[in-house]
């Protein structure tokens, strides 16, 4: 079946700090990956996404490219804001339908400071 | 309001009783999803539906219902509240994007 590994969290970061966080996956197919952001008291909101291999995904300065080889989709950004304090979900999708089920990792929650 | 919404937005029950989270989206999608929020666990699909009066049971589905009479309504029942389901839901609905609502905080004790 699928399933998506993240980083352990929590991670904590200064301002304008470097920010990877790690994801693999395992599916059959060609799945379609993606991220998912989520701020405090709020719901899940699309990030970024990538629907086959080499495709680079980018949106708010965050980047993430689908690794066939390494069945990776590492997410990063290159100088992180306060802003950016939020939980973050590596999802799949194995499907092509507008109803295709999502496999969520465990979340990454990242931290901020000033 | 166009989008999304969950009701109520806090809950607290107790056990044994039936609770039931309702879940409304105004964009006609087909599809509709409801997850529960654990730690340590990610989000986890309990039901889903692929259209008025078709639904289907996601990886943890024991001890919930659900029904959609109508494309634009998914409400999730919990027929006998247990401590374990202690989470907080989120309801999404799908066109190519899964789309989430804002989530209910549901507390048995």
């Known amino acids: 079946g699928n399933s998506v590994t993240q980083m352990e969290g929590p991670v904590t970061l200064s301002e304008e700090a470097f920010l990877t966080i790690n994801c693999t996956y395992t599916?059959?197919?060609?799945?379609?990956l993606f991220w998912y952001v989520q701020y405090p008291g709020e719901g899940l909101q699309l990030l970024l996404k990538?629907?086959?291999?080499?495709d680079k995904g980018s949106n708010k300065g965050f980047e993430a490219t689908y690794r066939k080889e390494t069945t990776s989709f590492h997410l990063e950004k290159g100088s992180v804001q306060v802003s950016d304090s939020a939980v973050y979900f590596c999802?799949?999708?194995?499907?092509?339908?507008?109803?295709?089920?999502?496999?969520f990792g465990e979340g990454t929650q990242l931290t901020v400071n000033p | 309001d166009a989008g999304i919404t969950q009701s109520p937005r806090y809950k607290i029950t107790e056990t044994g009783r039936q609770v039931t989270l309702m879940c409304h989206q105004t964009?006609?999608?087909?599809?509709m999803f409801w997850y529960r929020q654990d730690l340590g666990h990610g989000l986890r699909l309990i039901y889903y539906s692929a259209a008025a009066d078709i639904t289907d049971k996601g990886e943890v589905p024991d001890g919930y219902v659900v029904s959609r009479s109508k494309t634009e309504n998914f409400p999730l029942t919990l027929e006998s509240a247990t401590r374990s389901q202690t989470s907080v839901y989120f309801c999404a609905s799908s066109h190519y994007e899964q789309y989430f609502g804002p989530g209910t905080r549901l507390t048995v004790t």
């Open positions: 990538a629907t086959k291999a080499d």
């Open positions: 999802a799949l999708t194995s499907g092509e339908t507008s109803g295709s089920r999502l496999t």
């Open positions: 964009w006609s999608h087909s599809y």
């Open positions: 599916a059959t197919g060609y799945p379609s």
